[in-house]
Structures are given as C-alpha cells and as structure tokens.
C-alpha cells in the first residue's frame, strides 16, 4: 500500500513544519536501508527527499518546507505489521518565527554553504552525513569513496612519554613538557587552508602547534615568546565536498589536505625571529 499526503497552505509566504509522535515504529531496516515499511516527507518544490524513516530506533527529528507545501508518503508490503505507527503533526509557521530547527533536517540544496558547513559539522560518523546528503543512495557513495586510489594517506603520529627516574628529574621534566613545546591543536581545514568555497568531513583535525610558556627562558632579554624552529608539512586523508556547477548536488570525493605541524619548539626573545 502506498498512501500520500500533500499539504498545501492557503498562503503562499509560509512554511509548514512537521513534528513526529514520540509513539514511533515500523518495521525495521534491511542493512540500515528503509525498504519494506517506511515513511518519508519530500519537498515538491525540486522532489528533494527531506528524510525516510522506518524501524523503532529514535523518533524522526522535525522537518521544514522550503515553501507553502510539503508532501508524506507511507509505503507497507504485505508482511510483518508495523506497530505502532506514526502520528505526524502540522502546523503552519512563518519563516522568521520558526522554531529553532536543527540545519541537518533541512535538505542541503536548500542550506547556503556556510549552513551547510555547520550541518556537515554536526554530524558524528561518515555513514550519517552520507545518508544525509544521498538518502537514497548513501551506501553507493561510500563504497565510492573508499575504492583505492592514487592518493597518499595522512600518517598518524606518536607522542613519546619519557621513564620516570628520581622525582626532582621528574619534576624538571614536566616543566619541559608543559613549557614551550609542541602539542595538539584542534584547527579548522577551512580556515586553515582559506577554501570557504569547500567543506571538508571531519572539518577540524589535530595538528602539533607550538604552545606553553617561557617562564624558565635562558636568553638575557625582558620577554621571551614561544616559536616553532622546526615546521613540517603532514597529509591528512579527509571528505570534500564541492557545489556541482551549473547543478544541485555536491561532488564527493576522498582528498588530501596538508597541514603545518610544529615540530620543535624555542624560547626567543620577542620580537626575534624563529629558526
């Protein structure tokens, strides 16, 4: 059986929002794809499915129209009842009163790229983004990104600990550590590399920056600074994604990003140089 509902307001400068019942459950998905019993809502404005849902996991977040109309499809075969079913509500909200709604339920045709960024951001594993952006075909886009290619791997790396000997080494050495040397930094690719025409999956990662103080500084000088002396540049293997030109969608693909590293770190007086 397949039952739709088109809702259609009477005004034309309006949104329809739609809120799911906590009661929610149909039958389950087969390898996390809804193919049996399964709801879903769809903008009619460009056919974008906004989301398809089945199982009993978690109850359907909100969804939004990009206009004064917005479309639900239910879809059940013959076997297996779905119980309990679902209970949608709708009410009718104008666009600078809505409320606060997540930007991942809004489909990404529909986002500005700065709000999709946040979106993209939001999500915590590859899978979700990619059912996302592709529901229909989100599997397919995976097994695409990860087919082997020419590019090179970001290599992981290690942070020694030194043994402890006595305790007045031990104390010495943790002045070391928390002084000026390298350690992690969260840092945004895109700011990083300056791309506000591309979001990458994940949109920060770890880098070694120089940090700490220069409280024991050696140099006869009124203000020591901490600097890198030793700089590398290191791969990181990330998800971009680019608007299509011309078209709505976003081109996918497995890139390489290079990111500065701090490998050694110096206390010089401020205002010299790094080596």
Known sequence: MVLVWRLVAVEENVWIQLTFDERFGLEDPEDDICKYDFVEVEEPSDG???????????VPGKQISKGNQIRIRFVS????????????????????????????????????????????????????????????????????????????????????????????????????????TPRNFSVSIREELKRTDTIFWPGCLLVKRCGGNCACCLHNCNECQ???????????????????????????????????????????????TGG
């Open 48 to 58: 974008t499915i906004l989301g398809r849902w089945c199982g009993s996991g978690a």
């Open 77 to 180: 075969d013959e076997y297996f009842p779905s119980e309990p079913g679902f209970c949608i509500h709708y009410n009718i909200v104008m666009p600078q009163f809505t409320e606060a709604v997540s930007p991942s339920v809004l489909p990404p045709s529909a986002l500005p790229l700065d709000l999709l960024n946040n979106a993209v951001t939001a999500f915590s594993t590859l899978e979700d983004l990619i059912r996302y952006l592709e529901p229909d075909r989100w599997q397919l886009d995976i097994e695409d990104l990860y087919r082997p290619t020419w590019q090179l791997l970001g290599k992981a790396f290690v942070f020694g600990r030194k043994s402890r000997v006595v305790d007045l080494n031990l104390l010495k050495e943790e002045v070391r550590l928390y002084s000026c």
């Open 226 to 272: 901490c600097v890198p002396s030793k700089v590398t540049k290191k791969y990181h293997e990330v998800l971009q994604l680019r608007p299509k030109i011309g078209v709505r969608g976003l081109h996918k693909s497995l890139t390489d990003v290079a990111l500065e590293h701090h490998e050694e770190c110096d206390c010089v007086c401020r205002g010299s």
